[in-house]
């Protein structure tokens, strides 16, 4: 009965650290992006909330924009409508 009872309690402790540490245990991967992810055409200034580059371990190069309505899309870095926004967001003249 006791080590009924001491495995028992091994379990239950164990099911509580790793709902204590859950998010440890997601991927990374979830900020990276994938070739059916990527969308091809030019979004307007307008409806940008912000963007980042994907970490350098995701397999593809890539930025995540995030819309003003919350959606996030992956655009290609290279797309020149996006390195034309890049440019006018990060002039001098930009922030005034």
Do not use: F, V
């Given at each position: 009965m006791k080590v009924f009872s001491l495995a028992l309690l091994t379990l239950l402790l164990v099911d509580l650290w790793i709902g204590s540490q859950g998010v440890s245990f997601r991927s990374p991967y979830g900020t990276c992006c994938y070739r059916e992810m990527f969308i091809r055409q030019k979004i307007?200034?307008?409806?940008?909330?912000?963007?980042?580059?994907?970490?350098?371990?995701?397999?593809r190069k890539a930025v995540r924009v995030e819309l003003l309505k919350g959606k996030k899309f992956c655009v290609d870095p290279e797309e020149s409508w996006f390195?034309?926004?890049?440019?006018?967001?990060?002039?001098?003249?930009?922030?005034?």
């Open positions: 307007p200034a307008s409806l940008i909330r912000s963007y980042q580059n994907t970490p350098s371990y995701c397999s390195q034309q926004y890049q440019r006018q967001k990060e002039s001098p003249s930009a922030s005034t």
